[in-house]
């Protein structure tokens, strides 16, 4: 098979694929998969090997399918089903007819169990939960046969029959592999094959009363749908000796290979489906899709995009040893995306009223504002200027420290894409001092931005015309949790919630051409971030922006200072 080259640095999993194509290991084919079980949305984590195995799939003109793992009726579900489908999509891969699931595979895998129980290499157990956990050993200690492991075969079929024809409780029966109650592998101690389960299941309805376990599925999937590579996490390292017993036992005619990489860990986040069903159940976050989610669905509705998760994912590589990487990495390939991508606007989140008496009372000049300084391409579109302004409220200082250029009574700033407006006076509330009005005077021959008497200011502040501006609501998304691993110390995470996780503004002001932007279109709201209109909240009526991610990383100074 043809091998295409690319810049991509390789790994050792490519290293590995190489290697086959060398010996022509299987026969040149490159057959990967993305095996989720649908049982919660994916995540940032689910990401990386999605990228993995789709792109080995592409480098190498092999195949990639999409598996649904699913053997557990419990907890799993077409919602999940199609969450996963549509992150996949919108991360940028495809599998053409290739979506396949495990649970079609119930009847072959039922096969196979009747094949090993008659060739002696699988029994079927009573013993309960507790029983069978006491028979296993520990790390130590060998475990201890079943006392039903040496049922006769005609016994053993009679009772899986009768398991699968409902006639016994959860519970009460297994079926068993036949392994080595002494290996030092606790998993190739006798494992489960298949446990009775009353429960319906998504696809399968009420056809099957017992549940093939994982293990037992998933390599024989591998096998049946001839993979060549099964990349899999690290924590199933010890189970591969497992999935080689099955395949000789059922005497497979197709032996995946099995590769482990290291998971993705991520600072200030939480990554096992279990927690993040937590935060859905708990109602910690609005749901999988939540901007604070590390689901795909929620990076998604935050702003991310999918180029910048591509190449935070091919940045990280691929390896064989656990490691934490930091948010900040992906914020950046965030950053570094948009800082391209996203067209430059001006929104003011917290305003201050800005009266220019010099400026003519009805007066309205449209200023042509390029959407990207760097590149032309993404044109330009009006922003009226009027006599009456809005500017953010951090851009006035009453008595301004000395490092503070911005406004001030009797300074001159630059407004962006504007004049020079130099403060007069303040508009205080009498009953609470605080400053909420501002006048100043602009100087008309400054309309390019510079004076022609060549004097200089030390600050440019953006604006929106009161007039002219729609309202918005903006979303201010910080990190989910405070601390850079939650889990340190134990589960009570929750306690580690970041309290600033969300502020909602409901005052702000955007620039008019903002009135048609589309819900998920991202925009880089001038000197404040990257913010992306809400997909869910937002419409014509009410505008509902969502920060994507501040311009600068604001968390590497706090955590300098060891605040954190
Ligand atoms: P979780 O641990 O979050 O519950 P899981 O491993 O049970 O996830 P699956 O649906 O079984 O979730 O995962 C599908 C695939 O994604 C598996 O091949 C798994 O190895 C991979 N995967 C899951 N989490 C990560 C991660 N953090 N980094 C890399 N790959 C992952
Ligand atoms: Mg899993």
Redesign the pocket.
Same mark, same amino acid.
């Given at each position: 098979m043809e091998q295409t080259t690319s810049s991509r640095p390789s790994d050792f999993i490519r290293d590995i694929i190489e290697d086959d194509f060398k010996t022509n290991k299987h026969e040149g084919r490159v057959a990967v998969r993305? $095996? $989720? %079980? $649908?049982? !919660?949305y /994916?995540?940032? !984590?689910?990401?990386?090997?999605?990228c993995?195995?789709f792109g080995i799939a592409a480098q190498y003109g092999g195949t990639c399918n999409l598996r649904m793992?699913d053997t557990d009726p419990s907890g799993e579900s077409m919602e999940y089903v199609e969450s996963?489908i549509r992150d996949i999509r919108w991360l940028g891969f495809e599998w053409g007819d290739r979506l396949f699931f495990a649970s079609d595979y119930y009847e072959r895998l039922y096969e196979y169990a009747l094949q090993m129980i008659r060739e002696g290499k699988a029994f079927v157990c009573e013993l309960d939960v507790d029983e069978m956990r006491e028979h296993r050993g520990s790390f130590t200690e060998p475990g201890r046969e079943s006392p039903y492991r040496d049922r006769p075969v005609e016994e053993n079929l009679a009772l899986f029959q009768r398991m699968r024809a409902g006639e016994f409780e959860e519970g009460t029966h297994t079926l068993r592999a036949k392994v080595d109650m002494s290996s030092p592998n606790i998993t190739m101690r006798d494992p489960i094959m298949y446990r009775i389960k009353k429960e319906s299941h998504y696809r399968t309805e009420n056809q099957w009363c017992i549940y093939p376990m994982?293990d037992f599925t998933h390599c024989l999937s591998d096998s049946l749908e001839r993979i060549t590579h099964s990349?899999?996490?690290l %924590? *199933?390292e010890n189970n591969r000796p497992l999935y080689d017993w099955f395949l000789e036992a059922v005497n497979a005619d197709y032996r995946p290979q099995q590769i482990e *990489?290291? #998971?993705?860990? /991520?600072t200030y986040t939480v990554?096992?489906? #279990? /927690? /993040?069903i937590e935060l859905v159940e708990k109602k910690i976050v609005c749901g999988w899709d939540d901007p604070l989610m590390p689901s795909l669905a929620g990076m998604r509705r935050r702003g991310y995009t999918p180029a910048a998760i591509r190449d935070f994912c091919d940045r990280i590589g691929v390896a064989k040893n656990d490691s934490m990487i930091d948010m900040a990495l992906l914020e950046n390939c965030v950053r570094d995306d948009l800082n391209q991508t996203a067209p430059r606007v001006m929104a003011v989140l917290r305003p201050l009223r800005v009266v220019i008496d010099n400026y003519p009372d009805d007066g309205v000049e449209e200023f042509d504002c390029p959407y990207h300084p760097q590149n032309p391409d993404m044109g330009s579109r009006k922003v009226p200027f009027s006599k009456v302004l809005y500017i953010e409220r951090d851009d006035f200082m009453e008595d301004p420290p000395k490092k503070f250029f911005r406004m001030a009574v009797g300074r001159e700033v630059r407004l962006r894409y504007g004049y020079f407006v130099t403060c007069t006076d303040v508009v205080k509330d009498p009953s609470t001092g605080e400053v909420v009005e501002i006048h100043c005077t602009y100087d008309p021959e400054t309309k390019s931005g510079f004076a022609p008497d060549g004097r200089k200011v030390k600050a440019t502040i953006h604006w929106v015309s009161s007039a002219h501006s729609i309202p918005a609501e903006v979303r201010l998304y910080d990190r989910l949790f405070r601390v850079a691993d939650p889990l340190e110390g134990g589960e009570d995470y929750v306690k580690h919630l970041n309290p600033d996780r969300l502020e909602v503004l409901m005052q702000c002001r955007v620039e008019p051409s903002l009135a048609t932007a589309e819900r998920e279109s991202r925009y880089q709201f001038e000197r404040l971030g990257y913010f992306c209109v809400d997909s869910v909240d937002s419409s014509v009526e009410g505008l509902v922006f969502n920060r994507t991610v501040t311009l600068r990383d604001s968390w590497a100074k706090i955590v300098g200072k060891g605040e954190v």
């Open positions: 993305f $095996p $989720p %079980e $649908p049982n !919660g /994916l995540h940032i !984590g689910h990401a990386k090997s999605v993995l195995n793992d996963i994982y990349i899999c996490t %924590e *199933f *990489f290291a #998971r993705l860990n /991520l990554m096992s489906k #279990r /927690l /993040l």
